[in-house]
């Protein structure tokens, strides 16, 4: 049975992603330089800070941590360097060009990416009728990315697709790691996944960061903005993954990432009244909300098959 107030601790979680913006737009506008390198300073900072928060957890679970196999590491690397670092970075980047609200809608396509991996990975089967959906929900995905269907050309002169791309990059790593997530808390808590996704892209984004930029990078920070990489670090970022991973425990992946659709919602009002006020979203892009959120619902509704709540330490056949 499916636990409700575990899809409600998701849908929270995902309410307070939606304040991202808030913080990650003036940051990118402190930063100066190439957009990738100032993504991945932004992103590697934020999980500095996240690093150290995470580590009390860390130290009080590591008889759990010790008990790992390679399967579930490598799905905790997998979501820690592909999710919290890669997605986070992609995503970060698509903001950078401005479109603040497409890059938002944008993350209507995870919950899709996510069914789609669940099914074959974790085995929560959709059904064949709710097949029929995929194409529909990607329909709606092409309208939200080229305001004017009618003539794409201009959506790459003004970015418009070029920061749906690194969007959508994004969710598909995020939508990855719902599954990889839905994995491996059959085997740790949910604390305990918080911390190790944090702290196993630490290391990743470090790397890249002395790539991109060498030491220098490291000095382009200012200490005026401590309280928003404190604030963006926390509030869109640990407190809400403690409410995600707890929701997702007790609920099928296919049906967390649908609740996961709350971000993108309270993301738009947070740009529209606070961000960017003068961005509008264009008819065809209302359209593709309808048409992509339909399509999902509905695949969701279709899809007949759920699994039971996974139990702590049990077995997830892979498949």
Known sequence: MIDRLAVLLVALAAMLWG????????????????????????????????????????????????????AQWRAIVAIGVGASALATILFTISFGYGHFIETLLLQK?????AI??????????????????????????????????LDPRAAWEDFHVSAGLF???????????????????????FTTLTALRFTTALPALVIVLLLLGGPAAFGNYRWTDTPLYLAIALIPGLFPMLLYYRGLASTPASLATLAELAFPITGILVNVFFVTPRQSISGWQLTGIVILTG?????????????????????????
């Open 19 to 70: 304040t991202d913006a808030l913080f990650r737009a003036p940051l990118l506008q402190h930063l100066g330089g190439d957009p990738v390198l100032q993504a991945t300073q932004l992103v590697t900072m934020e999980h500095i800070v996240l690093t150290v928060a995470c580590l009390p957890i860390i130290w009080a679970a590591w008889r759990e941590i010790r008990r790992l196999n390679a």
């Open 109 to 113: 396509t995870q919950p899709l990416i």
């Open 116 to 149: 789609l991996l669940a099914n074959f990975w974790l085995g929560e089967r959709i059904s064949k009728r709710a097949w029929l959906w995929v194409p529909v929900a990607i329909v709606g995905a092409y309208c939200i990315v080229i305001p004017n269907p």
């Open 167 to 189: 969007a959508i990059a994004a969710a598909a790593l995020w939508g990855g790691a719902t599954v990889f997530g839905r994995y491996a808390l059959a085997s740790v808590r």
């Open 295 to 319: 399509a999902l619902i509905a695949l969701d509704y279709t899809n007949a098959k759920r699994p039971a709540k996974l139990e702590r330490g049990a077995e997830v056949a892979l498949t």
